[in-house]
């Protein structure tokens, strides 16, 4: 899993030049943002190096647009249902920013010392000379993101009068009683709007000026800043999205519009879990297997909601919850080793039933749709990685009227004791990933999975009792 950007600060390394003569003399050349993005990205794809690292199952698809918008210069709106990992995207894209980048000390705005464009940035840049300080800029410094809601103002992206400056004692009209606002802050840097749709149009207004004239204004002045940066937005696809939409002058001054999805096959989808959750205990490959096919399931289903869609977040909590299932059995039954099991993954319909927006017509079965769905997941999973296996074995222990006992309770040494040696066990458990000396967690869980999935193909009874546990029988 990625790890959460640092709150604390870097330090620009000691030895980069502290004035606007000692910049100069290093050879230093000014590129706007987009050309900083061109190069940086041309580099990357020149040594094959990652340029979109922790963004999985976009290799072929929407990356290949990213890329080419960033070398057109174009800025872009990302087009998708929740949890495409839309927002992902776009803050990875600092890491094609160069990593320490100059600008003049104390600016509101990071003008780069080559380039003052405020009032008093050019007054200091005119007293200085070359001895205009300088400072330098880390690329995670250089990213602003604004969620759009119904109650931002003009204000906050763009910016407005200071009142406290006005009270200072400064002429309504000076420029330095400005407050700027998200947008030119985010100057020589990256700025996303996430959920455009859902700012209202007449602050949508606001942006169009930064996205084709490149420049700000803010109410009656006379003033106008030319920004660099680039603009990226979020949004679900109008035919989802009844709260608002992107206006038409707006959706123009955008050069790229590229359309997000889910992960495309299954390796994709596990991949993504794998990477993403943060399991507090082992979770078998076969159960996330099991947890991919089932969001897959839940995706295409006819009773559930298709343009809202079954975020990524989905099978990223399910994997959590089925992992903490497990967990809580070592804590309750004393368990060295906590390692997850297919009655841990029941509890999922349950906890994750807000995650899925269901057909109008399915009122009050949520939660039986939701179980239906993972037992085929499961019965999938079972026949594609234990096909062709003789599991005679398994039926033969209860063939004598003999019961097994499981459950989320059932310890992993209590569910091996009534088993005690099965033919065909080694080659269950090598088929599984469970290697060849499997811990008593591993093994038990590789036997669940088997009855489980006997119980799915009619080829073992199973009753579930008032208590929680579960019984399997002939």
């Keep these: 899993m990625t790890k959460a950007p640092s709150a604390i600060t870097p330090i620009p390394p000691a030895d980069l030049p502290r004035t606007l003569g000692e910049l100069r003399a290093t050879g230093h050349e000014f590129r706007t943002v987009k050309e900083e993005l061109r190069d940086n990205l041309l580099d990357r794809l020149r040594s094959g190096q990652p340029r979109f690292p922790g963004i999985v ?62 009032p008093a940035s050019l007054r200091l840049a005119t007293e200085a000379g070359d001895l205009l300080p300088v400072s330098w800029l880390h690329r995670s410094e250089r990213y602003g993101e604004k969620l759009a809601t119904p109650d931002t103002s003009v204000g906050d992206l763009v910016g407005d009068v200071d009142p406290i400056k006005v009270a200072e004692g400064r002429a309504l009209g000076d420029p330095e009683t400005i407050h700027f606002g998200l947008v030119p802050r985010t100057n020589r840097g990256i700025f996303a709007v996430n959920e455009l749709p859902d700012l209202a149009e007449r602050i949508q207004v606001s942006l169009l000026n930064v996205l084709e004239e490149r420049d700000i204004q803010v109410r009656g002045y006379q003033l106008r800043l030319p920004l660099d940066l680039l603009l990226v937005a979020s949004a679900n696809p109008e035919d989802y999205t009844n709260r608002g939409r992107i206006i038409t002058p707006l959706k123009d001054r955008f050069g790229a519009e590229i359309r997000t999805h889910y992960p495309v096959d299954l390796e994709l989808e596990t ?116 096909a062709g296996l003789d599991l005679s074995g398994f039926t033969d222990l209860v063939a004598d009227g003999a019961i097994i006992q499981t459950g989320d309770l059932v310890s992993a040494e209590d569910l091996l004791a009534q088993i005690t040696t099965v033919p065909g066990l080694a080659k269950v458990l090598d088929r599984l990933g469970l290697g060849d000396a499997p811990s008593p967690g591993q093994a038990a869980s590789g036997v669940e999975f088997v009855l489980e999935g006997l119980h799915l193909t009619r080829r073992l009874a199973k009753e579930l009792t008032d208590d929680g546990r579960t019984l399997y029988g002939s």
């Design 57 to 118: 199952g976009y290799d072929d698809t929407v990356l290949p647009e990213v890329e080419r918008a960033l070398l057109a210069g174009h800025d872009m709106v990302l087009l998708g249902e929740r949890g495409q990992g839309k927002t992902r995207l776009i803050r990875s894209l600092t890491g094609l920013l160069d990593e320490w980048t100059p600008f003049i000390t104390g600016s509101e705005l990071h003008e780069h010392p080559y380039l003052p464009l405020t």
């Design 271 to 386: 991949a993504l879990i794998r990477q993403e959750a943060s399991l507090v205990a082992s979770v078998p490959e076969h159960l996330i297997d099991v947890l991919a096919r089932y969001t897959r399931g839940v995706r295409e289903s006819p009773s559930v909601d298709t343009r809202s869609g079954v975020s990524a977040r989905f099978a990223i909590a399910a994997a959590e919850t089925v992992a903490a299932s497990a967990l809580r059995r070592a804590g309750l039954r004393g368990e060295r080793e906590a390692v997850a099991r297919i009655c841990d993954a029941t509890s999922v319909t349950s906890t994750l039933r807000g995650k899925v927006e269901f057909e109008s017509g399915e009122e009050g079965r949520e939660t039986e749709i939701l179980a239906h769905l993972l037992r085929v997941a499961t019965a999938e999973t079972f026949r594609d990685r234990l």
